[in-house]
């Protein structure tokens, strides 16, 4: 048996933010697998920072924009309208999984019209199998595509802000009705298992998100440098990172990497602080500010599990982070430091504790490398999605994640 011919969709693809999606991607392509790479929105050019970007952007099918031709919208739905049982259930669970109100209705009832759109797409490619990243607004079109279609979805549910709402996505219906869930982690995983029904609890999977440790070189500056990289948004914790650098001894310059709607307040509260602010970067321009980082600092209040901090692990920079959701599964004292949420005394002691200490950040960066290597490498753990959408496909019992070290 082939390979199964995959489609991915999220709410927006390629995006500066997500690049583990595009690594995810290029890594099932690389074992074989064809990927149809599906957005429902456009991306803007804000996150079209590199060549991986705009080739990805240009081949991508864009849902939204499909759905601006009327007749094209027509021509699919009455495709589905051949299987009139099917389709009258489709709908039905559209209007059924809908968030309550009026305006919940119709989001779900537009969410039908792509779904149709989408689905008509997916069969005119030949796709086998239709995987969703973000368990939100794409997925709910993932779900009602598979039902318009019998084409089988999965996702992959990544928190944190989705378990902030379960019932208002529905992820205990998506997960019943996925062949499998792919969590990012232990501990998402197990915030699933809290609204999934026990039955659903076998197909719920552990697959990380992963980065290329080869694209990443072992640090080598020695100084006062520390490096944030992230969305600008007030989930990062960015300023009472701001704050913990007020107490730091001077030499210290911290640089920030990333864009979003909380920027330009964080650049009036970092007035007369040593702060350089660079937007959005490639992952090569990422990779080659983690050359000049002593310190990665993620000061985040809720999270899955950051791409970001392997990336910096991978780079042998060691890592000031709060010990929240899935992180304690990626770092500990032997990769660098674990802070509570929201306490910018003990973020600025462990910055000043590590900035102190050449050896021991040397020693954490090897750590570090050694754990991404072993656990979060992008291509093993696209070999085990592929196992995964390939034993489904065949009916086989799905592969179990292997021990650490084994």
Known sequence: MTL??????????PRASDTFIQREVAALRALGHQVETCSIRTTGAEHLVGPEQGEEHASTFRVLAACRSPLRVLRAHVRWMAWPGRYLRALALAWRTAPKGLRGRLYNLIYFVEAGVLADHLARQGVDHLHNHIAKASCTVAMLASALSGIPYSF??????????????????????????????????SQLMCFAAQADWPKLHVVHCGVDPARYRPA????????????LAAVKGVPLLLDALRALPDGVELTIIGDGPDRA??????????????????????????LEADVFVLPSFAEGLPVVLME???SGVPVVTTQIAGIPELV???????????????????????????????????????????????????????????????????????????
């Open 4 to 13: 199964p011919r995959l489609a991915y969709l999220t709410g927006e693809y």
């Open 156 to 189: 992959a549910i990544h928190g944190p802000d989705i378990f902030f709402e379960p019932q208002h996505w529905r992820i205990d219906e998506k997960a019943a009705r996925a062949r499998f869930v792919a969590c990012i982690s232990d501990f998402c995983r």
């Open 220 to 231: 080598t500056h020695e100084g006062h440098a520390l490096l944030f990289v992230g969305r």
């Open 265 to 290: 307040a964080l650049e009036r509260q970092a007035q007369g602080l040593p702060v350089r602010f660079l937007g959005y970067r490639s992952q090569t321009e990422v990779a080659d500010a983690l």
């Open 312 to 314: 910096a692990l991978a």
């Open 332 to 406: 500990d004292d032997s990769t660098g430091r674990l802070v509570p949420p929201g306490d910018a005394d003990a973020l600025a002691t462990a910055l000043r504790d590590l900035l102190s200490d050449p050896g021991r950040r040397r020693a954490m960066g090897q750590a570090g490398r050694a754990r991404v290597a072993e656990a979060f490498d992008a291509r093993q753990e696209a070999a085990r999605l592929s196992a995964l959408f390939t034993a489904y496909a065949r009916g086989e019992a799905p592969p179990k994640r292997p021990e650490p070290g084994a």
